[in-house]
């Protein structure tokens, strides 16, 4: 059972930076492609980055291309997002989800609780 919880969210001035980090306490974590979403008020969830079991990454929206990075530690069980050069336009709650499949697939069916990222100017 894939069980996720991230932390590291917080308030941050615009231009800093923050780590987000999501455990799997499940048992699937080393076979399982991991992802970032992000909603914001009165917006949709999209789609951040993604990891795959082998380590493969990519990264979504091109508004975050360059200034965040995903990865993930198999040992710890645990995927990272740095975010750097953050910008108001980043504050969101930031989901880790997880998905028994290929990179770029979207079935995406385990979430954690989400961890709010408010960007100050």
């Known amino acids: 059972q894939v069980q996720l919880g991230e932390s590291g969210g917080g308030l941050v001035q615009a231009g800093g930076s923050l780590r987000l980090s999501c455990v799997d306490s499940?048992?699937?974590?080393?076979?399982?492609?991991m992802g970032w979403f992000r909603q914001s008020p009165g917006k949709e969830r999209e789609f951040v980055a993604a990891?795959?079991?082998?380590?493969?990454?990519?990264v979504g929206e091109d508004s975050v291309k360059g200034r965040f990075t995903i990865s993930r530690d198999t040992a710890k069980n645990t995927v990272y997002l740095q975010m750097n050069s953050l910008k108001p336009e980043d504050t969101a709650v930031y989901y880790c989800?997880?998905?028994?499949?290929?990179?770029?697939?979207?079935?995406?069916?385990?979430w954690g609780q989400g961890t709010p990222v408010p960007v100050s100017s």
């Open positions: 990891v795959s079991w082998r380590g493969a990454s990519t």
């Open positions: 499940g048992r699937t974590f080393s076979s399982s492609t």
């Open positions: 989800a997880a998905l028994s499949g290929p990179l770029h697939a979207s079935h995406y069916g385990h």
